[in-house]
Nanobody
Framework: QVQLVESGGGLVQAGGSLRLSCAAS????????MGWFRQAPGKEREFVAR????????LYADSVKGRFTISRDNAKNTVYLQMNSLKPEDTAVYYC???????????????WGQGAQVTVSS
C-alpha cells in the first residue's frame, strides 16, 4: 500500500514557475514508476509526465515538453514536477500516481494522491 500526498500548488502568473512535490509513504516507493497527470474543469484527466523507478527514464506529454521536468528522490520517497514558463492552459488539478507499469495510461497506475490545484493567470 502506498499513500501519496501532493503539495506546492497555487496561483501564478503566466510565465512563472511552480514546483509540485508528492510525498509517498511506505518502504516500496523506489520500486514504483511514478506519473503526473492533470485534469482541467470539464476535461478528462491527461498524462503530463512519468519517471521510471530508478529515475533514469522520463517521458513528457508534448504540451509540456521543454517546460516541465519530473524527478524523484528515492531516499526521500518524493517525486517532483518542476513547472516553468507556465501558461493559462496549464491550469488544472495535478495528481501524482504510482504504478508497477511504466505507462502514460492512468488506468495502469495503482495509487493516487488527492490532487493539487495549479492556477495560471494571464
Amino acid at each position: 500500500q502506498v499513500q501519496l500526498v501532493e503539495s506546492g500548488g497555487g496561483l501564478v502568473q503566466a510565465g512563472g514557475s511552480l514546483r509540485l512535490s508528492c510525498a509517498a509513504s511506505g518502504r516500496t516507493f523506489s520500486t514504483y514508476a511514478m506519473g503526473w497527470f492533470r485534469q482541467a474543469p470539464g476535461k478528462e484527466r491527461e498524462f503530463v509526465a512519468r519517471i521510471s523507478a530508478s529515475g533514469l527514464g522520463t517521458l513528457y506529454a508534448d504540451s509540456v515538453k521543454g517546460r516541465f521536468t519530473i524527478s524523484r528522490d528515492n531516499a526521500k520517497n518524493t517525486v517532483y514536477l518542476q513547472m516553468n514558463s507556465l501558461k493559462p492552459e496549464d491550469t488544472a488539478v495535478y495528481y501524482c500516481a504510482a504504478g508497477s507499469v511504466w505507462s502514460v495510461r492512468s488506468a495502469n497506475y495503482d495509487y493516487w494522491g488527492q490532487g493539487a490545484q495549479v492556477t495560471v493567470s494571464s
